[in-house]
């Protein structure tokens, strides 16, 4: 008989089978001897939890159920989780941690707030905790972030974290088609859920981010500690001054090492749309697709591309992260701890340095310049580049600043939509990529 012959499978429970977990079961299935080569061991799927077992014909019968929580409880050494959401989630992983059974996530909703608290659970019990697929689907990225770059310093994550926010802007950007139309299109297209909340929201962007700047900065940080922007408000106008300029608009989640003054330390992380230089790396990034961009000391810069949803793709993330877990079962030992040891606290966006491009439809006459140009200056905001053009009794006004604290910015487009000689604010937005 054979060394694997002999070692005993490693019994997997999974919760959720729908588009990521359907696809999960399938590769299990068909990679079956490959993965038992691979791991040391067979692999065995012991039981699926899922909502409504007599709507899934197609998976075996005897391995359904509805009790998750009692299937967790069974004689199983790993629990792969894809059912999405906080409770009854949260609390079902954390007793299957605190039993010292491993646990593979997805659910980015739940990491983003309670990662500390699943993590502290995994280590009490020796379990390990892995959630490759939590971010940007089938892009090995937290994994690099978490050991391969555990010996350099982090100084930057950004990227483009959600594909449903990233196809809607690409497609007003080729059509010159408003927000609301596009997004109908894509719902219609299936590139956008029937509730497209968290995604266009903003909701699932700051959940990555919480869960990449977490590991980038060794610092826990969650959900609300992310400033979050959606895409509602981006117009056609907005996309034709991006245009115009040469950029274009991307929702970003943008992750920083912030040094004061003083040399304090701390984070920043913010999602909200961005124009960026066409020439950007991340500006050819279009559809659904996702790219990160990671700075960091000696690696210098980084970039991963690759498909951040989709039911094979994210599975493809889970099964990597189900392997390593079985892997680290066989030798009796588990990967790497979280690392929170750096604690450093959260900048709130107000002091975060941004730059922003403003487009204004002023009237047409001696001193609205002086007049605009005294605005930033009273918030000593330093303008980069003033370009105006000529209409009837209008001219139309965009500049674009240099980099000052956020609240200084936003300060002073409010008062310049207060002065008279400013007919209408036309497009306001942070410009990232150029500095
Ligand atoms: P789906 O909605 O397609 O599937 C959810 C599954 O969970 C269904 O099988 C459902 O059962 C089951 N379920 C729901 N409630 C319960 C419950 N109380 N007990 C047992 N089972 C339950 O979700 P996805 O596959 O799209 O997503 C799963 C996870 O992966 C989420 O955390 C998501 O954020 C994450 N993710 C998804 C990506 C994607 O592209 N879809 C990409 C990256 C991450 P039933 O089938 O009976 O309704
Ligand atoms: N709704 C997400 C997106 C799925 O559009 O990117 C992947 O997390």
Request: charged share 20%.
């Amino acid at each position: 008989m054979s060394d694997q012959g002999r070692v005993p499978p490693i019994k997997v429970a999974l919760l959720g089978c729908g588009t990521v977990g359907g696809e999960v079961v399938r590769l299990l299935t068909e990679q079956a001897d490959e993965l038992a080569a691979r791991v040391g061991a067979p692999i065995e799927l012991a039981g699926i939890a899922v909502r409504r077992p007599d709507k899934h014909p197609e998976l075996p019968q005897e391995l359904l159920t509805a009790d998750a929580a009692e299937l967790i409880d069974s004689d199983i050494d790993v629990v792969v989780e894809l059912i999405g959401g906080i409770e009854p989630v949260r609390s079902w992983l954390l007793s299957a941690l605190q039993k010292g059974k491993s646990v593979v996530t997805a659910n980015k909703a739940l990491l983003a707030e309670y990662s500390g608290e699943l993590a502290e659970a995994a280590d009490a019990s020796g379990a390990d905790l892995y959630f490759e697929a939590a971010v940007a689907g089938a892009i090995p990225l937290l994994r690099p972030l978490r050991e391969s770059m555990a010996g350099d310093r982090i100084t930057r994550v950004m990227g483009i974290v959600n594909g449903t926010t990233n196809y809607i802007l690409s497609a007003m950007d080729s059509t010159g088609a408003g927000y609301a139309e596009t997004l109908d299109e894509a719902s219609r297209l299936g590139y956008a859920e029937a509730d497209p909340t968290a995604d266009v929201d903003g909701y699932d962007a700051a959940s990555k981010a919480a869960i990449l700047a977490s590991l980038a900065f060794h610092t826990r940080v969650t959900a609300a500690d992310v400033y979050r922007e959606g895409i509602g408000g981006v117009s056609a106008s907005d996309i034709v001054a991006a245009r115009v300029l040469g950029r274009t608009v991307k929702l970003l989640s943008i992750c920083e090492r912030v040094i004061d003054e003083n040399g304090a330390e701390s984070v920043s992380a913010r999602v909200h749309p961005v124009m960026i230089p066409r020439s950007h790396q991340l500006a050819g990034v279009n559809g659904a697709f996702n790219a990160v961009y990671v700075e960091a000391d000696a690696a210098g810069e980084l970039m991963f591309y690759g498909q951040g949803a989709g039911g094979a793709p994210t599975a493809s993330a889970v099964l990597g992260d189900l392997v390593a877990v079985a892997r680290n079962r066989v030798v009796g030992g588990r990967g790497p701890r979280e690392s929170a040891h750096a604690a450093l606290p959260v900048s709130p966006m107000g002091r975060t340095l941004t730059r922003y491009h403003v487009s204004l439809d002023v009237a047409d006459r001696a001193g609205v310049l002086a007049q605009v140009a005294q605005a930033f200056a009273a918030h000593d905001v330093s303008i980069a580049a003033v370009r105006q053009r000529d209409r009837h009794s209008t001219a139309s006004l965009v500049i674009v600043t240099h980099l000052a604290p956020d609240a200084a910015l936003r300060a002073t487009v409010e008062e310049i939509g207060r002065l008279d000689v400013v007919r209408e604010v036309v497009s306001v937005m942070r410009v990232e990529g150029e500095d």
